[in-house]
């Protein structure tokens, strides 16, 4: 079945810094979804992509539709400590289901 | 988009023992789908509980293990049959945002069982 890419596992950075992350896949998606999840809590949708090529932005997130449909970037600028969770990545072909990426720890020092 | 609240948030269960999950959505909705997430891992998606229909089980999971229930459009429940160890994991409902983000989906908090 289709699989989702998803890196790096975790990330441990400093507060301010920037922050970059992504999926790829060896199936051409046709929707792009970017969750974050914080604990004890389910995934919050933060930006949807629909095109590819498409630059989304969201407050200091920025995310990507990559060009050739089977990969997409997640950036976060100048983190928080309200960055910290677990981020997904999850892709849909046509009416299939969605297909959710392993997933990328945030740990954040302050 | 939709509000989801499940029932329990967090439970500690006897092995062998069966658990029922509840989910409400504030709107009513078609389809909502039932996730399993393993310590530490990613989403995996159970089933699709359609209205007025048997759900729709995904590979590896079956009815005897985790009937589901969809009495109405903004209703679901989920049940773990016969829990061992291996069933300890967040169970979370879904339901799609409908119209042109059909395919983008609401999570709710999550049912967080611990099986002994």
């Known amino acids: 079945g289709q699989q989702l890419n998803q890196s790096p596992q975790s990330m441990f950075i400093q507060e301010g810094e920037d922050v970059s992350m992504n999926c790829t896949s060896s199936?051409?998606?046709?929707?792009w979804l970017w969750y974050k999840q914080d604990p004890g809590e389910g995934p919050v949708l933060l930006i949807a992509?629909?095109?590819?090529?498409e630059l989304t932005s969201n407050g200091r997130l920025t995310a990507q539709f990559g060009i050739t449909r089977k990969d997409s970037f997640l950036n976060i600028s100048a983190s928080i400590p309200s960055d910290v969770g677990i981020y997904f990545c999850?892709?849909?072909?046509?009416?299939?289901?969605?297909?959710f990426g392993q997933g990328t720890r945030l740990t954040i020092n302050p | 988009s939709a509000v989801i609240s499940q029932k329990p948030s967090r439970d500690i269960c006897q092995r062998g023992t069966s658990l029922t999950i509840q989910c409400q959505v504030d709107?009513?909705?078609?389809?909502m789908f039932w996730y399993r997430q393993q310590p530490g891992q990613s989403l995996t998606l159970i089933a699709t509980?359609?209205?007025?229909?048997?759900?729709?089980?995904e590979s590896g999971f079956v009815i005897d293990k985790f009937p589901i229930s969809r009495p109405n459009l903004t209703f679901s429940t989920l049940t773990v049959s016969n829990m061992s160890p291996e069933d300890s994991s967040i169970y979370l409902c879904?339901?799609?945002?409908?119209?042109?983000?059909?395919?983008?989906?609401?999570f709710g908090a999550g049912s967080r069982l611990t099986v002994l």
């Open positions: 199936s051409i998606f046709n929707t």
């Open positions: 999850a892709g849909q072909q046509g009416a299939q289901k969605l297909v």
């Open positions: 709107s009513q909705v078609t389809m």
């Open positions: 879904s339901v799609g945002q409908g119209g042109a983000g059909a395919n983008v989906l609401t």
């Open positions: 992509l629909y095109k590819a090529g």
């Open positions: 509980a359609n209205q007025g229909s048997e759900a729709t089980y």
